[in-house]
């Protein structure tokens, strides 16, 4: 793709919305190396990592780089031997470390969500301990740390201690000479400790004069007795720098020991910072992700030139979305209509979403389609050059010339204004001829123009689609909406009129059109006004398929309202059918005279009790669950066609469908418009329009009523229950319910005393039925056998008499 498209079509302008999104040096520059590319997997790949990165931004979520310093010179300087980085560029090195770090911890927990992101961010490297060594040497003022090393601390406390006691030598000289105020001072001169002396006194203090005032009255003089000391310091100050050097020499290494690390670190900071810049794009432009065809199609729904929009956005003014489709045997659109309309814009904005789709960045459009085209080529524009002695004409003919020596059937071609700037007989001609070469070339072209004759081509011609830029004739002005499958007008007149041009200048005009000039604007007139009568009805189905889905979602709510009432009849009256049960079987219990039967009838009632109980929460819960899936389901099937069921064929006990259940259930009586019917346990009222067929008579009752009258006998004796029980091999569950139902028998039986063996093994079946036992109500105590019957591998149990 020629660098000359993406200057007409405002790829760097684009670029740099991006790049007002990045949030770092690495960022930007991964921004700038942004170019159009043909390979599909690669571009599918990052725009999924920046599907995520909205996701993450739309989540409330950041990821940005503020604080990172550019760690592109100390990088490129580490590279090298021998090289020792200042102690600011170590901090920067430190920011990047850091950043790396803070990355690992921002996405271990968000792995799941995001898996592309975390998987980039995963392969950086741990570099805590390079960290650690730069944040203990360098202090964030850009000063070594006393702590980098024990010689350094060592170094500076003599220097402080050199420091105070040259300074406390001077004083005492001072004192000594009885110091004139303003001389009663002590200052350094060339890194050395020196006092202030009046010149003439100079001889009366022995030393080495290292400098004068600029009136020459006073000279700073170090006196002999600090000259050692002041040596001293010096060598001090002289070892500390060449300590200094060693730890940064020694960080510097540690640095480029990890170098390639790094350099993939700020890799993939770099490419992080370029997701989500294009992420942030895609969310303030509401910009789409491209898909790419392989039938090469090319399909733009609402979109817009994201370069345009941000300049009218900070004009207040809104950007008009245009829509087009071209591909399969429609490849060739000729885009016709006034001048300042927006044909131009049309063909940029085609471009420009071309480029993006393949330099992966979003497309500002709702939906973007694009097949994998080679390569974009562009006549728009005034190419005339007086330098190279070319006209505006001879311009485009050379450029269309090299356009179709370099078009394939995977190109796309954008060529403004063809045929302008000769005659319009010939350049119309012209146009035609060029315009069936491309066709020829099999490419997708987008071509605009004012010439009648390209408009009937278009009309005429297979493959080819007139569009239009819409003008507004009642204020005459354009609207900048694109129309595709009309042609245009040129609207000249029109807009003269708008900009003021005398009335009979317009109006001689008018008179000196032909009468087919005047006939095809009366048609392309006509043609505008059967598109917008199409588009109001499109609007008006739309309404009225809103107003539908409207529809239906309230009966919809309606009906998951009455299946929720349903629902709660279920389960109040399942509650009390339990409650009734529970107060006719304690009635029935109390009635019992014998001790030892009614505990073994309380144990038997309460065991049959949860077993009938449990079979109906399940028949219960089946209805609940049909209720419900019925009442998430498409209300089409109210619609849909059902047994018409006369109230002749409802006879008591007649087995019904009705809608909601799974299963048939029993009609019991009518009641006005609503029917009762039993639901295994349950009964109910449903509206009689929700039964939807008759099947037969009633089937029996799964449950005995429970208000029947229950009648209990026992026969007193001796049974033939056995004396002892074995649940050897059992888990403890099954041995208990064993060995209540065991109890039970042998309670009615008369037994006094039985045996349970249950041998060794773990002693956990031991156990469990020893607790079991100690709270069982037949029980009176129990104990182990004697060591020759078998020991703690039996149990005996003394039942209640």
Not at 91 to 114: C, H, I, N, V, Y
Not at 660 to 670: A, D, E, H, T, Y
Not at 752 to 768: Q, W
Request: charge should be negative; hydrophobic fraction near 40%.
């Amino acid at each position: 793709m020629s660098r000359t498209a993406q200057d007409v079509l405002e790829f760097d302008k684009l670029r740099e919305l991006l790049r007002l999104r990045t949030t770092c040096a690495l960022g930007r520059r991964a921004v700038d190396a942004l170019e159009f590319g043909t390979a599909r997997a690669a571009l599918e790949a990052a725009f999924a990592l920046i599907r995520e990165a909205r996701e993450w931004l739309r989540g409330g979520g950041e990821l940005g780089f503020g604080g990172l310093a550019d760690p592109q010179g100390w990088l490129e300087k580490i590279e090298g031997p021998g090289i020792v980085l200042e102690a600011k560029e170590l901090l920067d090195a430190a920011s990047l470390l850091e950043t790396a770090g803070w990355l690992r911890q921002q996405f271990r927990e968000e792995a799941p969500k995001f898996p592309l992101l975390a998987t980039r961010v995963a392969s950086l490297a741990d570099f805590r301990e390079v960290l650690t060594a730069i944040r203990r040497c360098v202090l964030p003022s850009g000063e070594i740390s006393d702590d980098a090393s024990s010689a350094l601390r060592r170094i500076r406390a003599s220097i402080t201690q050199t420091r105070e006691s040259i300074q406390k030598t001077l004083k005492q000289i001072l004192r000594s000479r009885n110091a004139e105020a303003g001389e009663d001072y002590v200052t350094l001169r060339n890194e050395r400790f020196v006092i202030p002396v009046r010149a003439e006194s100079r001889r009366g203090v022995p030393g080495i004069v290292h400098g004068a005032s600029g009136t020459g009255q006073t000279v700073f003089l170090e006196p002999f007795e600090t000259v050692e000391t002041n040596n001293q310091l010096v060598q001090f100050a002289e070892d500390e720098a060449a300590e200094i050097i060693r730890i940064l020499r020694e960080l510097t290494e540690r640095l480029q020991i990890v170098r390639e690390p790094l350099l993939a670190a700020a890799e993939t900071i770099a490419e992080l910072d370029g997701v989500f810049a294009r992420g942030r794009f895609a969310r303030d432009f509401d910009a789409a992700m491209p898909e790419f065809s392989d039938a090469g199609e090319l399909r733009l729904q609402a979109a817009r030139h994201p370069v345009l929009e941000d300049k009218l956005r900070r004009e207040n003014r809104a950007v008009v979305p245009m829509t087009l489709e071209l591909g399969g045997a429609e490849k060739v659109l000729v885009i016709s209509g006034p001048n300042t309309g927006g044909k131009t814009v049309a063909l940029k904005t085609t471009g420009l979403a071309a480029l993006s789709a393949q330099s992966g960045i979003p497309v500002a459009a709702q939906r973007a389609v694009l097949p994998i085209f080679d390569r974009v080529l562009v006549d728009i524009g005034d190419e005339q050059s007086i330098a190279a002695d070319l006209s505006t004409f001879s311009a485009h003919m050379l450029n269309l010339k090299t356009m179709l020596e370099l078009a394939t059937p995977q190109s796309l071609a954008l060529v403004d204004e063809m045929g302008t700037g000769t005659a319009p007989e010939e350049g119309a001609a012209l146009a035609v001829a060029l315009l069936d070469e491309f066709r020829a070339k099999d490419c997708i072209v987008l071509a605009t123009t004012h010439h009648d004759r390209l408009k009937t081509y278009a009309s005429t011609t297979p493959g080819v689609v007139n569009a239009a830029v819409e003008f507004d004739d009642v204020n005459l002005r354009p609207t900048y909406r694109l129309m595709v499958g009309v042609p245009g007008g040129s609207s000249g007149i029109a807009i003269a009129q708008r900009l003021g041009v005398a009335t009979s200048i317009i109006e001689r005009a008018r008179s000196l059109l032909t009468p087919e000039s005047r006939e095809a604007a009366d048609l392309i007139a006509y043609l505008h006004r059967s598109r917008d009568e199409l588009d109001r009805m499109q609007q008006q189905m739309a309404a009225e398929r809103h107003a539908l889905e409207e529809e239906r979602k309230k009966l919809r709510t309606e009906w998951i309202e009455r299946q929720q009432k349903r629902i709660k009849e279920l389960e109040s009256q399942f509650a009390e059918m339990q409650k009734r049960f529970d107060e006719n079987v304690a009635r029935v219990i109390e009635a019992v005279k014998e001790r030892e039967l009614r505990a073994s009838l309380e144990k038997t009632a309460k065991r049959k009790g949860q077993d009938i109980r449990s079979e109906a929460r399940e028949e219960l819960n089946a209805a609940v669950v049909q209720t419900i899936s019925e009442s998430q389901s498409d209300l089409g099937v109210r619609a849909g066609a059902t047994e018409s069921v006369s109230a002749e064929r409802l006879q008591p006990g007649a087995r019904i469908r009705v809608r909601g259940f799974s299963k048939p259930v029993i009609f019991r009586r009518l009641d006005g418009s609503s029917a009762e019917i039993e639901a295994g346990p349950l009964r109910m009222k449903v509206a009689v329009d929700e039964i939807t067929g008759v099947e037969g008579t009633a089937a029996p009752q799964l449950l005995p009523s429970v208000s029947r009258n229950i009648s209990v006998s026992s026969q007193p004796g001796e049974g033939t229950v056995s004396g002892e029980i074995n649940v050897i091999g059992m888990r403890v569950e099954e041995a208990t319910e064993r060995v209540d139902k065991y109890l039970d028998e042998a309670a009615l039986a008369k037994q006094t005393r039985v045996r349970i063996i249950h041998g060794h093994g773990t002693g956990a079946l031991r156990k469990g039925l020893g607790a079991f036992l100690k709270s069982h109500p037949l029980v009176q105590r129990t104990s182990f056998e004697t060591e020759e019957h078998g020991g703690k591998a039996i149990t005996v149990v003394d039942l209640r008499a």
